[in-house]
């Protein structure tokens, strides 16, 4: 049997062009008798003090650059607890590394336009809680952190208080003028409007908010099995988060009391924002 393999992918399995014996990363060419690149790197201008035509910030046994684009490190430490070591916006793909122990998992969210994907990987699950991480694709401060949602298997059934299952989701509003961003239905799941699954903010046991919203903060503790988040620190999360879709703080009167409010204000703001959801465990 004559069995013929495609040897355009060379080195660190990028395509080889025969014509120039360049090798194509995506956002520029590697000469490798050279060892260098051709072009510069078109992140530089967000990392002045270095080279325009290093690699990986100099730093390749840390970090890697899959494709050139919005790529999130992730790593569990010693004491179970997720950190976001690294991050870098370019326009593409966005592309999250999990890194546990010497494991490290790559996640690729790719659908829908670019700036305009709200990106969720879920992390862990037991039955208490999904632990997850959330990213909008494009957004430079405040658009990375952790949610969490119920523990157990996904539903979309009414009235299941369960979490949402892994799909692609549109987004809206429940129907006012101010509100926070409502889950409306998915590729897969159909029209889950009803079960009334928004982002908000939740603290000090964020489980306790939850009967399948994502509760959202930039960080959180870890005390045995049991998930806290700083109020301080999920409230600033939600204010970041709508801002990076067009939402900002407003004020509510009611009954002689003047309440501040966090929101999008659907009256002005056209949301086409989709929602990918994705399992990592």
């Known amino acids: 049997m004559n069995i013929k393999f495609d040897t355009r992918y060379k080195f660190t399995a990028k395509e080889l062009d025969n014509e120039t014996s360049y090798t194509y990363f995506g956002a520029r060419y590697y000469d490798s008798e050279l060892s260098g690149w051709l072009s510069v790197d078109p992140m530089s201008d967000k990392y002045p003090s270095t080279s325009g035509y290093m690699y990986c910030l100099g730093n390749p046994v840390i970090l890697i650059d899959p494709s050139g684009l919005d790529t999130i490190d992730v790593n569990k430490n010693d004491k179970g607890i997720w950190t976001i070591t690294n991050k870098q916006i370019v326009e593409g793909n966005d592309v999250f590394r999990i890194n546990t122990g010497n494991e490290t998992k790559t996640y690729t969210f790719s659908d829908g336009e670019y700036g305009k994907r709200i990106n969720i990987l879920n992390l862990e699950n037991n039955e208490d809680y999904t632990l997850g991480i959330y990213h909008i694709s494009g957004a430079e401060e405040g658009g990375t952190g952790f949610v969490i949602t119920p523990g157990g298997e996904p539903s979309t059934e009414l009235g299941s208080n369960k979490r949402l299952p892994s799909d692609i989701y549109k987004l809206g509003h429940g129907g006012t003028k101010w509100d926070q961003v409502w889950v ?98």
């Open 184 to 281: 409306l239905s998915g590729e897969n799941s159909g029209n889950v409007s009803e079960r009334g699954i928004k982002f908000h903010f939740g603290y000090p046991n964020p489980t306790a908010w939850t009967t399948g919203c994502f509760v959202i903060s930039s960080g959180y503790t870890k005390e045995g099995d049991a998930i806290s988040f700083k109020k301080d620190e999920s409230r600033q999360a939600l204010i970041d988060f709508d801002t990076n879709l067009g939402g900002k703080t407003y004020n509510y009167n009611r009954s002689g009391y003047t309440y501040t409010f966090i929101g999008v204000n659907f009256d002005k703001q056209n949301l086409d924002h989709k929602l990918i959801l994705k399992d990592g465990f």
